[in-house]
């Protein structure tokens, strides 16, 4: 009897909290690009390098407050060949009373290179695969319209022949502007 009672208040928690969770009704889809500050390490590295960047995302509620936002990042370079990163994110947004709407993300990518926000170091023969955490806060303006807050911690593990494979812890603070249409 005991977890029946657990197992039901958490579906009613949960309940509830689905039920409110789309930071601006009717809007089913959020296009959002913001300012970032970065901070990345290479394991056994002493020092931390940072930079800034400019990230594009897309987002689609796929239900409630439950948002899918992939981000593709393609860079060319003078002397190099062009690099890619995919992320496919999950994120969850909390209503809240007001126009505070904190959420979470998780999500995976691979790519050919190194992804710090908006800048890519890539190679043909480099296989990346990357795993974001994080989360942050939408204030919401009007019904359109919000500044976003975020933090993301992710860990970049790149593998290429004849080299042992490496890691990169990537921290980085985004702020900018997200549109619901």
Not at 59 to 75: S, T
Not at 82 to 101: I, M, Q, R, V
Request: aromatic fraction near 16%; charge should be negative.
């Amino acid at each position: 009897m005991k977890k029946l009672c657990v197992f039901l208040a958490v579906l009613l928690f949960l309940g509830a909290t689905f039920a409110v969770s789309q930071p601006v009704p009717g809007k089913k889809f959020e296009f959002s690009t913001a300012f970032s500050f970065s901070s990345f390490k290479f394991s056994g590295d002493t020092e931390s390098t940072t930079l800034l960047s400019l990230p594009l995302r897309v987002g689609y509620y796929i239900w409630k407050g439950l948002e899918f936002e992939p981000e593709l990042i393609l860079m060319k370079f003078d002397d190099s060949d062009a690099a890619y990163n995919l992320n496919g994110n999950l994120s969850y947004n909390f209503n809240t009373s007001g126009n505070f709407k904190p959420f979470v993300l998780a999500g995976a990518g691979f790519g050919n290179g190194l992804a710090y926000g908006a800048l890519v170091e890539g190679d043909p023969d480099v296989n990346a695969t990357l795993l974001n955490f994080g989360g942050g806060v939408k204030y919401v303006i009007g019904t359109s319209g919000a500044i976003r807050l975020e933090y993301r911690y992710t860990s970049n593990r790149i593998s290429f022949e004849g080299f042992d494979p490496e890691t990169a812890t990537i921290h980085q603070v985004f702020i900018g502007v997200a549109l619901f249409f």
